[in-house]
């Protein structure tokens, strides 16, 4: 069964700081990883799809990368802003289509 | 164009009654998924339909859940005999082709059993 650790699971930065949110998972026959949002009292908003043949993948000010063979995808975050308050979660995708969940980084901005 | 949609957005049942939730996937979406979110817990996945098929309940947690899907679009997820660990945020999620791609996720229906 896929095991996925997000550390850590809460953190607070002034805004305009960069963010680094890390992710681990035990199991690397993998065929993506997802990082989605997670806002209080809604679903989830996909950020970023990294293949499994993909080293990184970019959108704005949000860049991940992914270590398949080590288990690992790291998701950073240049110069936070308040609106980038939110639990980040981390998402390798196994078999049968089956996403498997971290418990998620918490994140504050501070204005 | 629409995303995923789930109804009710908010449910509240007594132990023993049974429940529906409802989730209309995008539109042309093939594949869709159901995932439970339970208070301190991550999410968990429930089960996964391609079209009106289910190739993979593995992960309903016990004989008192089931699924279907009709017409390849809406799918009704029931939990029989509520019990009050089933409360959680159940969420539906769909994607183009059921392949390595993005899923899609709705806004989650919560579940409240007394």
């Known amino acids: 069964k896929q095991e996925v650790t997000q550390i850590p699971a809460a953190l607070s930065v002034p805004e305009g700081e960069n963010l680094v949110l890390n992710c681990s998972f035990t199991?690397?026959?993998?065929?993506?990883l997802q990082w989605f949002r997670q806002d209080p009292g809604k679903g989830l908003t996909s950020l970023l799809l990294?293949?499994?043949?993909?080293r990184e993948q970019t959108s704005g000010r949000l860049n991940a990368s992914l270590d398949k063979s080590s288990g690992r995808s790291t998701l950073y975050i240049a110069a936070s802003q308040p609106g980038d308050s939110a639990t980040y979660l981390c998402?390798?995708?196994?078999?049968?289509?089956?996403?498997?969940f971290g418990k998620g980084n918490q994140v504050v901005v501070i204005p | 164009g629409a995303g995923v949609s789930q109804s009710p957005s908010n449910k509240v049942t007594e132990k023993g009654k049974d429940v529906e939730l409802r989730c209309d996937p995008i539109?042309?979406?093939?594949?869709l998924y159901w995932y439970r979110q339970s208070l301190g817990q991550g999410l968990e996945f429930l089960i996964y339909?391609?079209?009106?098929?289910?190739?993979?309940k593995s992960g309903l947690p016990s004989d008192r859940f089931s699924a279907e899907r009709t017409g390849g679009s809406v799918s009704t997820l029931t939990i029989q005999r509520t019990q009050q660990e089933d409360s959680a945020v159940y969420l539906c999620?769909?994607?183009?082709?059921?392949?390595?791609?993005?899923?899609?996720f709705g806004p989650g229906t919560r579940l409240l059993v007394l």
């Open positions: 998402a390798p995708l196994g078999g049968n289509n089956r996403l498997a």
């Open positions: 539109s042309g979406h093939t594949a």
């Open positions: 990294i293949q499994s043949s993909q």
């Open positions: 199991d690397s026959a993998i065929y993506n």
């Open positions: 999620a769909s994607s183009p082709r059921g392949e390595a791609e993005t899923q899609y």
């Open positions: 339909f391609q079209g009106n098929s289910a190739p993979d």
